[in-house]
């Protein structure tokens, strides 16, 4: 590369940079600004965001009506999107599987009020236009144009000619004698049910006796004030006078979803304070920028020039993730966060495999410009094959999670697709540009120096002991807590059902007096025994959590209440959550398929890049060992498991995969030069190629810990609990990567396989 070329390409590389960074830091300035606006009905600005980011209420409805029909299911959508816009533009209403319907409403401010809007049905609401004495029940609006109610509708009970479950069909049709669709006239047909008819016929008569309309009122407002011309005793009518076909349609809509007679169960819901939410959308910021700052200084001092350009390259991703995120409308949630900051440890990893084989082709005495390619080359296969077992990790959360899990998997995936583009890319052109520009002394790109082989085969045994012993300490814990009343692990709502309520008291209460001061006066308003909430502090914060059995709407309204009065709690500082034993169940399904699914496909995959059954199935038992050391640490420390729980496992399964993948992959390189595979000779492969490797396997262990790490001091209570469990995994990824997956692989070389070695 010519020097005016290697000029060009930096300072492009810089200025996209630049102009990348201005961009993401508008988003983020945008998105942090919309949380601190107060208007329920602002149209937020910047990055989409889940409750547990923006705080809000989300619900999930199952309907207990058996076989219903796609048009009641739409229509009741419908019902629930004309609810959910009168409080901010930003909800979301979808339907899930066959007879399930959640509500999202993020960003609300009184969420536990619009909770308890959402569980009452709207009602629609057939009304005369006067009362016995003659005066006006509605009436019109000389400034606005609008008809508005003048009594209360308990008072007019008795002027209430139907309501909306009276109506057997409500559609936008034409009327007309003229076969032209032009000149018929668009109208709304009405057919009544049987019980309707006698009293629509009498209320149709006297309307049209006294020349009087009749009002269709919904949701708090009228939707069409039709005059009587005609009494109708048939139980079919039409109401004309519509503007145009879609003015009718909409108007049929509303009758028909103030008609629904569909019975909704609440199955799930979940109340996050606006406040707590930005707390946690702050915090896990500046725990990205603080941890990526630190991972490019450690970069810097440990590749010099190289780490330059890893730094460049990180800057570039980081960036890109944030506009990807924004350009295609993910739903930013905090796992999510945890899968970008996660993502920029899996980036160096890219660039520090490619480093170090660099280096290794500057010791086999090659000219700098000829290592930086041939490094670049012979680390691709490496590359690849590990991310793209992440990635398939990725992929079995987004099929087969939910809420935020998914959120998790798609920004993960984003994370993989932008850290293969960056290092592949930007860091290399970066390097040979700067390599062009003069900076060619191979001091500024390293050396490897050439180690002896540790002799890891020779203490396999000790390994596989030290993790036998963790995973029985682990097993023993759980039969442990369940023979003594506990469960085996500390079961969230998500996988047990019941409601959870976290709550900011602004000063820090001990278990003694929460259990004292709270919990009776708590159990007194929701008519519960004081044994029947578990109540627990959480250390370091002035937060508390009170676990009960599935709260109702009304009893959740009832437990705000009384901390907002008797505590001075803010309802911003109160969020809750409630899961029905049916939404539970399926959860933990869900976390063991997941799991299963991961695997078999990861199994695969490997099976068919590396030719041989036995690299794929090393690897797989180090993934089970790992799975079973964060258990051990999920049944000894008590972490809550929860949705969270299924993002977790899956990470460090794909991260541990990823890292052993790095080291079967120098083994497979190293085993071409093996004329004959003996006992002897496949030691010194399984010893070289660890010991080739272990620089790599710590300097990445070491940047993703950084990330975490900082993500649990800074991150909110729920982060920390994602963050804890992945600390561990990732020690016990880099532990199995080392000391497990290549022990046993040379074990499973010298005794299985049709082409086993005699020892």
């Known amino acids: 590369m010519k020097k005016g070329k290697g000029v060009a390409i930096v300072l492009v590389i810089l200025i996209c940079l630049g102009l990348l960074g201005y961009y ?24 989409k965001l889940g409750l547990d980011l923006s705080g809000g209420v989300s619900i999930t409805y199952t309907i207990a009506d058996k076989n219903p029909s796609q048009t009641d299911v739409n229509d009741t959508i419908s019902k629930l999107e004309e609810r959910a816009s009168s409080y901010t533009t930003e909800y979301s209403v979808y339907q899930v599987g066959d007879d399930r319907i959640t509500v999202e409403i993020p960003g609300v401010y009184d969420a536990n009020a619009v909770l308890e809007d959402l569980g009452s049905p709207g009602s629609l609401y057939f009304i005369r236009q006067h009362n016995a004495d003659g005066k006006e029940i509605y009436s019109r609006d000389s400034t606005t144009g609008e008809y508005k109610l003048n009594y209360e509708l308990d008072e007019i009970s008795d002027y209430i000619v139907m309501d909306g479950n009276d109506i057997k069909s409500a559609d936008a049709t034409y009327e007309g004698n003229s076969n032209s669709v032009d ?29 009087e309309s009749i009002g ?121 966060i945890a899968g970008v900051i996660l993502g920029i440890g899996m980036a160096v990893d890219a660039n520090v495999i490619i480093f170090a084989r660099i280096r290794e082709e500057i010791a086999a005495g090659k000219m700098v410009s000829v290592a930086i390619n041939e490094g670049y080359k012979k680390a691709l296969s490496a590359i690849l094959d590990g991310q793209v077992t992440t ?43 700067v390599f062009a520009l003069g900076v060619k002394n191979e001091k500024f790109y390293g050396r490897a120096k050439e180690r002896k082989p540790i002799q890891f085969m ?124 049916t939404i539970s ?42 799975v079973l050391v964060v258990l051990t640490a999920y049944a000894l420390i008590r972490i809550s498991v929860g949705g969270t729980f299924i993002a977790c496992m899956l990470t460090i399964v794909g991260y541990s995969v ?48 950084i990330m975490v790490l900082l993500l649990y001091i800074l991150g909110v209570t729920s982060i920390r609990e994602f963050a804890l469990p992945l600390m561990v995994g990732l020690i016990c990824g880099s532990y199995s990567s080392i000391f497990i997956a290549t022990e046993l692989w040379y074990v499973m070389k010298l005794r299985l396989g049709k082409n086993k070695i005699e020892e």
């Open 391 to 433: 990635f398939i990790a990725a992929l079995v959360l987004m099929i087969l999670g939910s809420g935020t899990v998914k959120g998790f998997a798609y920004t993960l995936m984003i994370s993989i697709l932008l850290s293969l583009f960056t290092a592949l890319f930007v860091a290399k052109y970066f390097m040979r540009a």
């Open 216 to 336: 269709i009122y919904y949701d708090d407002k009228f939707i069409s004030v039709p005059t009587v011309s005609a009494a109708i005793g048939d139980g079919k009518c039409v109401i004309n006078g519509m503007g145009d076909f879609e003015e009718a349609e909409k108007l049929a809509t509303f009758i028909r979803v103030g008609a629904i007679n569909l019975k909704l169960d609440v199955l799930e819901w979940n109340v996050v304070g606006a406040q707590l939410g930005g707390e946690a959308l702050s915090t896990s910021v500046k725990a990205a920028v603080i941890g990526l700052a630190l991972v490019m200084l450690f970069m810097i001092v440990m590749y010099s020039v190289s780490g330059v350009a890893a730094s460049v390259a990180l800057g570039v991703y980081a960036t890109l993730v944030v506009a990807f995120i924004y350009w295609f409308e993910i739903t930013l949630t905090l796992p999510g």
């Open 585 to 626: 169940g399926e959860m933990r399904r869900d976390a063991i398929i997941a799991v299963i699914v991961a695997c078999i496909f990861m199994l695969i995959y490997i099976r068919f890049r590396f030719k041989d059954i036995r690299f794929a199935t090393s690897a797989i038992i180090a993934l089970v060992h790992d």
């Open 458 to 581: 020779q203490h396999k045994a000790i390994y596989f002991a030290i993790s036998l012993i963790v995973i029985a300490v682990g097993i023993g814990s759980m039969v442990v807590n369940s023979v003594s009343g506990n469960k085996a692990l500390n079961y969230s709502l998500e996988f047990v059902g019941g409601t959870s309520t976290t709550v900011d008291m602004g000063k820090a209460y001990t278990l003694d007096k929460l259990e004292k001061e709270v919990v009776p006066v708590v159990a007194e308003a929701l008519g519960m025994s004081e044994a029947e909430i578990q109540p627990t502090t959480v250390s370091g914060t002035n937060n508390i959590v009170l676990k009960t059995s599935l709260l109702s709407l009304e009893q959740s309204e009832s437990l705000t209440n009384v901390l907002t009065e008797k505590f001075g709690v803010e309802k911003n500082d109160i969020q809750s959550q409630g899961i029905s034993s």
């Open 24 to 47: 993401s830091e508008q988003i983020i300035s945008d998105t942090i600004a919309s949380q601190q606006e107060t208007d329920n009905k602002k149209e937020s600005k910047g990055i």
């Open 658 to 705: 990823n890292d052993t993948i790095v080291i079967f992959d120098r083994i497979r390189e190293n085993l071409h030069g093996v004329k004959k595979q003996t006992k002897e000779s496949l030691a010194e492969v399984a010893n070289k190629s660890l010991t080739q490797t272990l620089s790599r396997s710590i300097n990445t262990s070491i940047t993703t810990f």
């Open 183 to 211: 000149s018929k006239e668009p109208v709304v047909s009405l057919t009544l049910k049987n019980d309707a008819i006698d009293k629509w016929y009498k209320a149709t008569s006297d309307a049209l006796a006294n020349g």
